[in-house]
């Protein structure tokens, strides 16, 4: 009997019951296991071995055996469910005849879904706990240091106000001079230049930090914009954007501008690519999360063998979708269509008037011959405001006898062609025609314009400039009913018009405006991403009611299969599609595709405004500015909050917790000159 006794106990010993409960040091258990029985039926040997995994079991002062984790709850409260309570008898205590009826009852109660909540509460209670003493912590680290934070906050503000305004850094110590006698604390360090300049640098790359940050974080899927320019110190730069959504808007965020060692294809792509990787934008999420690449026309952008837009397809991403800028698209199609007019004399006119007036009046730039439509237009537009007196000014001029009979002549003919009827009228249409492509070309720029928009702002422009062939736009019916009713215009007297007029007229109008909606067609004609976009725009959804519920279906799944758009199922895409085109409701799976397809950039106007910034940063008398510092300068200009709204509390706290100097710290290195009044201001002072 013996030695079946001795067995049983043997086999008790093997702890077979592993269930291993969340391990909490934090748990109140009772380590000290007294000599006595515990539970009432093992060695407080075997108990603690039973104990290893399960540090909620405790033994109380009679030797009954509880669990600190329940009795530390108690009562679930709002965690109660139905059949969900905890076992009193573990809260007081248990005891058991024989070892395997005790360790069968810790078992079930380590398995049991109450005790389990029990385990979870006080683990969360734990994690709260410890967050609250690190919020402490910097809560007191904050009020002792409360001085040093502010004065420090102040400098960096000013420093910010200094980037934002594009100022040199040399008039910092005449900021902080105002300041001081405003009676602003800004301490007594960080008030030279290079402080300034090294606080602006040192919230740039915080600021480069947390957007690196967001996308690595973020699921979305992106788009990479880039344009390449030179400096005003003659360096190729080449300047990077990223277009991803955040908080349910898309945004461009200004990245980094990288100094170029050549302008080839090959030498843009492999740049490109090692500022994502230095950055910390790995290759992997350029595979899986890369979608949109927009860039200019430019051979080494665009080239079909070398260019950086097929080196990046062959590395990256066959599947890339490449966008060729749609407002420099534009601009193509209206020079075509300037070529294929055959008779340039009325646009040579506009040039040389535009030429002659600019001492005069409005500034009248280029037409037909810039990078932008927009200004195209604004230069008609002030040739059109200011005719009187270009018409005044050349009458002026064929009379003024100082001049040689040369240049009279030449006055005298730009005097008799502006005062033609047939030069009015094809000025007007002109600019009707430049003011709808106008409206186009802002529109495209626009940072909110997708692939789903543009489309729409297309097709009105070519309704338009088409109606224009046989309907007068806005401006030719004003000119028209002004000439009828006054044979002037602006009150300058207008030749009459012939029928040879009147025909030569009609002729420009129709090549005109058919030429440039053929040519902004054909240039614009998109078959890939852009063009199915169109699908998902309600402005071009059929209005017959059996037309439209599938209307657009195949464009949906190949949008959605191109980018990769993660979705339930086809079935379930197309079946919100449905309810989208039938009752406006937008369900999840569609709200991605919406959300990533507008994610491809249309244009790459963000990347010139880039560069007009560089170019108010980076000016003549500030042109040894390094590529490194200006990139961190960039950054914080284009993509800064404003200055209400930075955050300068946040970056002092960053910049004391460091080890920088704070600008309340005893200053170091030679003493300030102090400024000596000139002997006739001590009059004033």
């Known amino acids: 009997m013996d030695g079946n006794f001795q067995r049983q106990q043997n086999s008790l010993s093997q702890d077979d019951s592993n269930e291993q409960g969340p391990y909490n040091p934090d748990l109140q258990a009772n380590d000290s296991v007294s000599e006595a029985i515990v539970g009432g039926c093992i060695e407080p040997g075997r108990f603690a071995k039973w104990r290893e995994g399960r540090e909620w079991l405790a033994v109380t002062t009679d030797g009954s055996v509880q669990c600190t984790a329940c009795s530390d709850i108690r009562d679930l409260g709002p965690y109660t469910q139905e059949r969900l309570h905890i076992d009193s ?6 005891k058991a005849k024989s070892a395997k009826k005790l360790n069968d009852k810790i078992s079930r109660h380590g398995k049991c879904q109450s005790h389990i909540k029990c385990i979870e509460i006080l683990q969360r209670r734990r994690e709260t706990a410890i967050e609250k003493a690190v919020d402490n912590s910097a809560a007191l680290w904050r009020k002792h240091n409360e001085k040093t934070l502010k004065v420090t906050e102040n400098c960096i503000r000013t420093a910010y106000i200094i980037c934002q305004n594009n100022l040199s850094f040399k008039i910092q110590p005449q900021l902080v001079e105002l ?8 301490g007594c360090m960080l008030h030279s230049d290079k402080a300034y300049r090294n606080m602006l640098m040192f919230i740039g790359e915080k600021m480069r930090t947390q957007l690196v940050d967001f996308i690595k974080n973020s699921s979305d899927k992106f788009s990479i914009l880039i344009d390449e320019s030179t400096t005003v110190s003659n360096k190729p730069c080449l300047i990077i954007y990223i277009r991803i959504p955040y908080e349910g808007e898309v945004c461009n965020f200004f990245l980094q501008l990288v100094e170029l060692q050549s302008c080839t294809g090959s030498a843009i792509c492999d740049i490109l690519l090692q500022s994502l990787y230095t950055q910390g934008i790995s290759e992997v999420m350029l595979r899986t999360r890369l979608i949109g690449f927009a860039t200019d026309g430019a051979a080494a952008m665009m080239g079909r063998y070398k260019g950086a837009a097929t080196l990046l397809r062959e590395k ?11 407002s420099h698209k534009l601009e193509l199609a209206v020079h075509d269509a300037v070529k294929h007019i055959t008779e340039p004399k009325t646009y040579e006119r506009v040039r040389v008037c535009s030429f002659r007036l600019g001492m005069h009046a409005r500034r009248i730039g280029r037409v037909f011959d810039v990078r932008w439509l927009s200004s195209s237009c604004t230069s008609v537009t002030a040739l059109w405001q200011s005719y009187p007196a270009l018409v005044k000014l050349f009458g002026v001029l064929m009379e003024d006898k100082s001049r040689s009979s040369v240049e009279r002549a ?11 009827w047939l030069f009015l009228v094809e000025m007007a249409l002109i600019k009707d025609a430049l003011e709808t492509l106008q409206a186009l070309s802002l529109f495209l720029q626009r940072r909110d314009a997708t692939a789903v928009s543009a489309s729409a702002e297309v097709d009105v422009a070519l309704r338009t400039l088409r109606s224009m062939r ?8 004003g000119l028209k009913e002004e000439l009828e009713s006054f044979h002037s215009f602006k009150g300058v007297n207008v030749s009459q018009p012939s029928d040879s007029n009147h ?45 439209r519920i599938l209307y657009g279906d195949n464009k949906l799944l190949t949008i959605q299969k191109t980018l990769a758009v993660e979705a339930a199922t086809s079935t379930i895409l197309l079946k919100e599609f449905h309810q989208f085109k039938w009752h406006g409701i937008t369900g999840d799976n569609l709200r991605k595709v919406l959300i990533t397809v ?9 990347c010139e ?7 108010r940063i980076l000016t003549d008398e500030r042109n040894r500015i390094n590529v490194s510092t200006l990139n961190n300068l960039l950054f914080i200009s284009l993509n800064e909050p404003g200055v209400a709204y930075f955050p300068a509390r946040r970056f002092a706290e960053m910049w004391v917790k460091e080890g920088r100097h704070a600008a309340d710290d005893a200053p170091t290195g030679k003493q300030k000159k102090t400024t000596e009044v000139r002997h006739q201001g001590r009059l004033f002072s």
Do not use: Y
């Open 503 to 547: 025909r030569k007229a009609e002729v420009f109008r129709e090549r005109l405006f058919v030429s440039l909606a053929d040519n902004i067609e054909r240039r614009l004609d998109d078959n890939g991403i852009i063009s199915d976009a169109t699908a998902l725009n309600p402005s071009n959804w059929p209005s017959d009611e059996d037309e």
């Open 179 to 186: 300041q001081q006698l405003n009676g602003v604390n800004l």
């Open 89 to 94: 008898a573990f809260i007081n205590g248990i």
């Open 316 to 326: 990256i991403n066959p599947n890339l979708t490449v966008i060729h800028c749609m």
């Open 598 to 606: 507008s994610t491809l950039p249309v244009s790459t106007a963000e």
């Open 609 to 615: 405004r880039g560069f007009s910034a560089m170019n």
């Open 470 to 477: 046989q309907a007068d736009g806005v401006n030719a019916r």
């Open 410 to 420: 030449k006055c005298r003919g730009i005097h008799g062609k502006t005062t033609q």
